[in-house]
């Protein structure tokens, strides 16, 4: 309940403050495992990638903001997740395998944080093969300015099927590329 009550006020909150245009919302599936991939460029991307959907996003968040009070029992009830920084989790992995295998929808940012502009990392990618979640490419266009137009676009599933044989180190990397390139064609055509 908390959850759809902060999903409306954060769809208010950027179709009115942002003028949020929201596009290819029709190519997230109704059910099933999905993974939404976007570019990072701010806090507040994870609230934007998620307040447009009917579905439920859950999310990895770096494990100090789970220390403050107040703020770490609300992201918890919104459906996130604790990550360590600086190393692979493997909590966090396996928490993610058990949403995505129950056919719950995520959110990740494979540039792993703001300061990565556009070199994604290969996590997104390790998990879509080993869950054969659906890949939907997200691309945040604009700035959070007041008032100015920001759009965000879901894109047509990533075929990673090509990859899926085997998940040695250069078919990650590979499949990681395929996801940022999507991303970054998809910034660049409609920027």
């Known amino acids: ?11 208010c909150l950027f179709y009115s403050v942002f003028r949020l245009k929201v596009s290819g919302r029709d190519n997230v599936p109704d059910h099933g495992a999905v993974i939404l991939c976007a570019n990072h460029i701010s806090y507040f991307d994870p609230p934007l990638v998620g307040s447009p959907l009917r579905r439920k996003v859950h999310y990895m968040a770096k494990e100090e903001l789970f220390n403050i009070p107040v703020l770490g ?5 919104f459906g996130a997740f604790p990550v360590k920084r600086g190393g692979v989790s493997r909590d966090a992995i396996r928490n993610s395998i058990k949403l995505l295998n129950s056919g719950e929808i995520m959110g990740i940012f494979p540039e792993g944080s703001r300061k990565n502009a556009g070199i994604g990392q290969k996590g997104a990618a390790s998990l879509a093969l080993k869950s054969k979640a659906v890949v939907i490419p997200v691309a945040i266009i604009g700035k959070y300015t007041w008032f100015k137009r920001m759009k965000i676009m879901y894109g047509r599933p990533v075929d990673l099927s090509e990859f899926a044989e085997s998940s040695t180190s250069q078919n990650l990397e590979m499949a990681t590329e395929k996801i940022m390139l999507t991303i970054r064609n998809m910034i660049q055509s409609n920027g």
């Open 73 to 77: 029992w609300l992201i918890h009830q």
């Open 1 to 11: 309940m908390l959850y759809v009550l902060f999903r409306f006020l954060f769809r």
